[in-house]
Every structure is written in structure tokens, then in C-alpha cells.
């Protein structure tokens, strides 16, 4: 099994940047391709970006397509999520989560962290 905790969330304004987190205990983060979720208020939780194992393989939502980067570091066990150009819409709670493989479906993913909270204001 694997822990997640993620941390980088705040208050920011519209058009700031933020990085987000993902630290990993339990097994090695390498044995797993990592994803970011979203979930706004009285949403249905959202895919943000994903990446593979090795960290060769990317893929975004639409919705932070150019704005956000995804990134690994695998022997400090921690996953990144670099978000530029924030808009107010990008408000929710941040989850990371690990799995078997790369993928934009919640289900993909067994493990998952608590979230952090990212709040822009316009």
C-alpha cells in the first residue's frame, strides 16, 4: 500500500500560480503511474493531468491543458502539479492518487490522498 498526503494549496489570485504536492510513504511512488483530481463544490470530482511511472507519458484535461504541468520526482517518492494562469473555475479540493496505469478515470486508482484546498479569487 501506499500513503498520500498533499500539500501546496491556498489562496491565490486569478491569473497567480501554485504548486501542489504529493508526498508518498508506504511503497516506493515508482510503482505507480500518478493522477490529479479536482473537486469543486457540488461537483463531480474532476481529472486533472496524469502521469506514467517514469514520468515519459502525460496527459491533461482540456479544462488545464497549457496551464499545468505534471511532474514527478521518484527517488524523493513526491509528485508535482505546477498550475499557472489560475482562474476563479479552477476552485476546488486536489487530490492525488496512485494506480496501476495512466489514465483520466477516477476508478483507475487505488489509492488517494485527503485533497488541499485551492481557492482563486477573481
Known amino acids: 500500500q501506499v500513503q498520500l498526503v498533499e500539500s501546496g494549496g491556498g489562496l491565490v489570485q486569478a491569473g497567480g500560480s501554485l504548486r501542489l504536492s504529493c508526498a508518498a510513504s508506504?511503497?516506493?511512488?515508482?510503482?505507480?503511474?500518478m493522477g490529479w483530481f479536482r473537486q469543486g463544490p457540488e461537483k463531480e470530482r474532476e481529472f486533472v493531468a496524469t502521469i506514467s511511472r517514469a514520468g515519459v507519458i502525460t496527459y491533461y484535461g482540456d479544462s488545464v491543458k497549457g496551464r499545468f504541468t505534471i511532474s514527478r520526482d521518484n527517488p524523493k517518492n513526491t509528485v508535482y502539479l505546477q498550475m499557472n494562469s489560475l482562474k476563479p473555475e479552477d476552485t476546488a479540493l486536489y487530490y492525488c492518487a496512485a494506480g496501476l496505469s495512466t489514465s483520466v478515470s477516477v476508478a483507475a486508482y487505488d489509492y488517494w490522498g485527503q485533497g488541499t484546498q485551492v481557492t482563486v479569487s477573481s
Open positions: 508506504g511503497r516506493t511512488l515508482s510503482s505507480y503511474a
